[in-house]
């Protein structure tokens, strides 16, 4: 059983080379797919040459477009996709491997993230629960695409690619989908990734908010209307899967001064609490 990771990129180059160093330490076959939209920045003067990615530089519709396009490219039976300013966490790969090995009636695996600064600081974390409907309608992004992992025939059979129509909501979009044709999700509590707040991420956009009402206006009356009742269920079921309790914990990762070791972080105070 082979991986393939995904990163769309363009004009991220210092954010980028973190990435592509966190999935080649992983000790698992991996193939890393680099979907560069063109970049201007000194992208192109080094990522052609990196023998661990293959990379393909080549005009897209956005972000999504550009995901769609590596996984047509990938060969592995396992997929995901990583952003340029997300990374994974030492042994990540390997654990969801032998996941799906062990699981083979599971479609779509969700883990967990941390969250943290430019310098590689612990801001705080992310743990996930399998997702619902309604929740997911009326409740984006209570999943983070950087822990999320998938059997290729979730694409290949069920034709479930994303939707490059969407340039924010594209992940929501897709995982309602999922929920829609009855796709068999898991989670793996573990912390896969880490997802860096830049301030310059692209869910801190202007245009988010405008997205998000679009998003929103899907949903069905039922669902707008009861949509606080859902998100006092989904916290009801953080709190009863004991979601919002985490012992002191220590994660490694890349930073833009140490691009070629790891960096270990002990979190003493770990906090679920979302802080934009």
Not at 106 to 131: E, M, S
Request: proline fraction near 3%.
């Amino acid at each position: 059983m082979r991986i393939s990771v995904v990163t769309p990129s363009f004009c991220a180059s210092d954010w980028l080379k973190l990435c592509v160093a966190s999935v080649a330490d992983q000790g698992v076959e991996v193939e890393h797919i680099v979907q560069d939209g063109g970049s201007n920045d000194g992208t192109l003067d080094w990522l052609p040459g990196d023998s661990r990615v293959k990379s393909f530089v080549e005009a897209d519709a956005g972000m999504y477009d550009a995901i769609n396009r590596g996984l047509r490219r990938a060969d592995g039976d396992i997929l995901g996709y990583l952003n340029c300013d997300e990374q994974y966490l030492p042994g990540a790969l390997g654990d969801v491997l032998s996941f799906f090995r062990e699981q083979a009636e599971v479609d779509v695996l969700f883990a967990d993230a941390v969250i943290i600064d430019a310098q590689g600081d612990y801001l705080w974390h992310r743990k996930v629960l399998t997702p619902l409907l309604y929740h997911t309608w009326t409740h984006p992004l209570a999943t983070l695409s950087c822990s999320m992992f998938f059997r290729r025939r979730v694409i290949t059979e069920r034709k479930l690619w994303f939707d490059s129509r969407w340039r924010y909501y594209g992940d929501s979009d897709w995982i309602l989908r999922l929920l829609k044709n009855k796709v068999s999700m898991a989670v793996l509590r573990r912390f896969t990734s880490a997802f860096t707040h830049t301030g310059r991420n692209l869910s801190l956009n202007a245009d988010v908010s405008e997205e998000a009402q679009a998003f929103f206006a899907t949903a069905p009356l039922l669902a707008r209307t009861f949509r606080r009742l859902f998100l006092l269920h989904h916290r009801l079921r953080r709190l009863m899967t004991g979601i919002y309790f985490q012992k002191p914990f220590s994660y490694s990762v890349y930073t833009r001064h140490t691009r070629r070791q790891r960096v270990n972080h002990c979190v003493t105070r770990p906090t679920f609490r979302w802080k934009w």
